[in-house]
């Protein structure tokens, strides 16, 4: 399990902060919000596969505002909290990588030095709620690549941006899919101002489909497309209009050094609240 393997009309979402920004951030999507693309995985299940990403996680959706966002949606505080626990149950479940005909490997963040065969993504077991117990699990969400010299040699380094997982080089990307056998490693996770971004001698692309992402940077969106037959393409989406701010889209973040912040702070503050 852990890996989903699709192919002929499929539409395939690597979420992240698309999905549990789902209320908040719906202006990413101008004509489908997130929230409804939640809904067409569960009544077109064969048709739309969405895979887990870094904010698909308790810790990360509250600390980006998606527990605030239920909040203020619903009068009681209960049911605020009943639906943000019941949605992360539900996140739990998600894949965490996508095999496309073989030869496509999907994941919101990157690769992991744990990433020795596709049969340890398949053993990672679901429901999994806390993907920073099991280290493979965490580099597919949370992965960046980088090019940190010794390109001579498939290397990770710390990740000190996010504060957590990896940064992966080009002879990493490279060893990678010899070993896994696939051609491509579709990604997301980062802002792209082209929408995508080739890395690795076209080994793997990031991927970045919101434009003018949080209504603040001036970026194109991109969507890859894969035929059939195989051949992969990019749809470039324009630029949007800048928007401009309503209540709603406000966000709630929580001072920190890196993106991670420890449940027990999480906890703490809706104790509070
Ligand atoms: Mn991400």
Excluded at 255 to 272: D, H, M, N, V, W
Aim: proline share 4%; aromatic share 10%.
């Amino acid at each position: 399990m852990g890996l989903s393997r699709r192919l002929r009309r499929s539409w395939l979402q690597l979420s992240g902060m698309h999905l549990s920004r789902l209320l908040a951030k719906s202006v990413c999507w101008p004509r489908i919000p997130n929230f409804q693309i939640f809904l067409f995985q569960i009544l077109f299940p064969r048709q739309y596969v969405l895979l887990r990403g870094n904010h698909e996680t308790k810790v990360i959706n509250f600390r980006y505002g998606f527990r605030h966002e239920i909040l203020r949606r619903l009068t009681s505080k209960r049911d605020a909290q009943e639906v943000w626990e019941r949605f992360n149950d539900a996140f739990s479940f998600m894949p965490l990588a996508c095999l496309i005909g073989h030869k496509i490997l999907c994941m919101h963040g990157g690769i992991s030095p744990d990433l020795v065969s596709l049969d340890a993504i398949r053993m990672i077991s679901r429901p999994l709620i806390d993907v920073n117990q099991n280290r493979l699990a965490q580099d597919l969400l949370w992965a960046d690549p980088e090019d940190f010299g010794r390109p001579n040699e498939a290397a990770f380094c710390w990740n000190k941006n996010r504060g957590l997982s990896v940064c992966f080089n080009a002879q990493a990307v490279s060893d990678a899919c010899r070993r896994l056998n696939v051609n491509l490693i579709v990604r997301a996770h980062q802002m792209m101002p082209n929408g995508f971004k080739f890395f690795a001698d076209r080994k793997l692309c990031t991927i970045f489909s919101a434009p003018r992402y949080m209504n603040e940077i001036d970026n194109a969106g991109a969507v890859l497309k894969v035929a059939a037959n195989g051949k992969v393409s990019l749809i470039m989406m324009k630029k949007s209009r800048i928007q401009s701010r309503q209540q709603s889209e406000e966000l709630t973040k929580f001072p920190g050094k890196s993106e991670y912040t420890a449940l027990a702070e999480i906890e703490r503050f809706s104790e509070g609240n």
